[in-house]
């Protein structure tokens, strides 16, 4: 039995979002464990994120922390063939990997216990 139109459309925006994030976090994790930063290995390494990223294809995403994914992704992508620091580039990078995961755990977490008006009835 053939997979119905909409769910080979699901499956290719799954695999297209989880490449996103596994070039994302191959990235950062090379600019926060990496001793020796130089230009050669970022764009080594870069290109090596690029080859597992261009083998899934590109998907139209509509949810908004998706979106800022694969703008921050694009944005990693432009410093190839700059003439950039590499320090400049790390510290962009790490901080738009913070201000994207901020902006995933403002919308899935908050602590309800520290809301003042829950406890009024108690009173």
Do not use: C, P
């Amino acid at each position: 039995m053939a997979a119905s139109k909409k769910a080979v459309e699901n499956a290719n925006r799954l695999r297209y979002i989880r490449a996103l994030e596994r070039f994302q976090k191959s990235m950062v994790s090379y600019f926060t464990n990496s001793q020796a930063l130089t230009q050669e290995h970022f764009e080594k390494k870069l290109a090596n994120a690029l080859k597992l990223l261009q083998r899934t294809e590109a998907v139209q995403l509509y949810k908004g922390e998706l979106q800022d994914l694969q703008n921050f992704v694009k944005k990693i992508i432009t410093y190839q063939n700059s003439s950039e620091d590499i320090e400049n580039i790390k510290e962009e990078v790490l901080y738009h990997a913070n201000q994207l995961e901020k902006s995933k755990n403002a919308k899935r977490y908050k602590k309800d216990k520290h809301i003042k008006s829950k406890f009024d009835d108690w009173e």
